[in-house]
């Protein structure tokens, strides 16, 4: 479906697939509290956030300014070209939806993944950080007691989900982009067995500082031989980083158990809010080479043999939607939905119903068999 364009009516058997699953999904995630870390539902959080979020957001600029030249592309031999990483589409058959920070962020013409045909390669971009501030800033956040609140909140409805998704065994369970261990912690409050792996030193510290099991590196190569399989695995903020998602879950998928449940969260290109900013969003980053929706999102998943056991949004950003002129609200809204839409029945619950939140986290399970 080009980007810009209304939903149209027409039932195929994933957007079919996609109604039963939300409606499933919503109705259990009420009692599970997904409002618990929806920032925006949570007076004064904000304000106690803005100086560490403003602070990350300065040193990112940084970062993304040192590998551009004056006219604000990315300077030589910085990045390469890629093709469609989804179904392989050549990027010169894609769709232009954005230009942004040097990126050209396409839509892919066959699977509809929306991704920048550019990619800063790996050496340039360990550098770069290596060279600002921008790890500490992150690091300043994520350590902020306000975020951590939120992050644990949310990492044990993520365990909460993946738990009722489950048949009740003990779980052994990895977090890939484990950060601080905020997913570690609320496993281990659950009797699962938890191993994280991340490539931030620092936060790789601070999860075993608190006890927890965590190693610096790279997933899969600095995995211990003896790791896996797992029952459970959990990527939150990874998959959009991947060069070559596809291949990510691919190695993923290897070290699930048959039956293991995979816990993904990813940023919704559809979001709501996404929509309405566009480029302005900070979403739109060096860094996030794909940009998911719940549909491209299931299609990657079923790609390598995943099966979808449930979609959902979390985290509203309904506070920040209403900020903007109704007028931009409302024909965002319609272009998302394919429907008129009256400005009242936009809150948190009418976002997450119709899969507009700023994140998507499905569950999806190796095959048995």
Not at 78 to 100: G, K, M, N
Not at 212 to 241: C, K, N, Q, W
Request: proline residues 4%; contains cysteine.
């Amino acid at each position: 479906m080009p980007y810009g364009e209304p939903l149209s009516d027409e039932r195929t058997p994933l957007a079919d697939f996609l109604r039963i699953l939300l409606k499933d999904c919503w109705r259990n995630s009420v009692s599970l509290s997904k409002d618990s870390f929806d920032a925006a539902l949570l007076p004064g959080v904000r304000e106690r956030l803005a100086e560490a979020y403003g602070s990350l957001r300065e040193s990112e600029q940084d970062v993304f300014q040192s590998v551009l030249d004056d006219s604000g592309l990315f300077r030589e031999g910085v990045v390469h070209v890629r093709d469609c990483p989804l179904c392989a589409t050549p990027s010169h058959d894609a769709s232009l939806v954005y230009c942004a920070h040097g990126m050209h962020i396409m839509q892919c013409v066959q699977c509809d993944l929306v991704y920048s045909r550019e990619v800063i390669n790996r050496d340039a971009d360990n550098s770069r950080y290596r060279q600002s501030n921008a790890m500490d800033a992150h690091m300043a956040l994520h350590t902020n007691s306000v975020y951590a609140e939120l992050e644990s909140a949310k990492a044990r409805y993520i365990v909460t989900c993946l738990r009722e998704a489950g048949d009740g065994s003990n779980v052994t369970l990895l977090d890939i982009g484990c950060s601080t261990g905020a997913i570690l912690q609320a496993a281990a409050e659950v009797g699962w067995q938890a191993l994280g792996i991340d490539l931030n030193c620092a936060g790789v510290q601070i999860a075993r500082s608190r006890g927890l099991d965590a190693i610096e590196g790279y997933f899969p190569e600095d995995l211990p031989s003896s790791a896996g399989p797992f029952r459970a695995i959990t990527m939150l903020d990874v998959l959009e980083h991947a060069e070559d998602p596809v291949s990510l879950l691919r190695s993923v998928t290897r070290y699930l158990a048959p039956g293991g449940l995979l816990g993904v969260q990813v940023p919704n290109f559809n979001s709501l809010l996404i929509r309405i900013e566009g480029v302005r969003n900070n979403n739109i980053c060096h860094g996030h080479w794909s940009y998911f929706t719940s549909e491209t999102l299931i299609k990657a998943a079923n790609k390598v043999g995943l099966e979808v056991l449930s979609i959902e949004t979390i985290i509203s950003e309904i506070d920040r939607i209403r900020a903007y002129p109704a007028k931009q609200v409302i024909e965002a809204a319609r272009l998302l939905t394919g429907r008129d839409v009256e400005l009242a029945e936009i809150d948190h619950r009418w976002v997450h119903e119709h899969l507009l939140g700023y994140k998507i986290f499905g569950v999806f399970m190796r095959p048995l068999t």
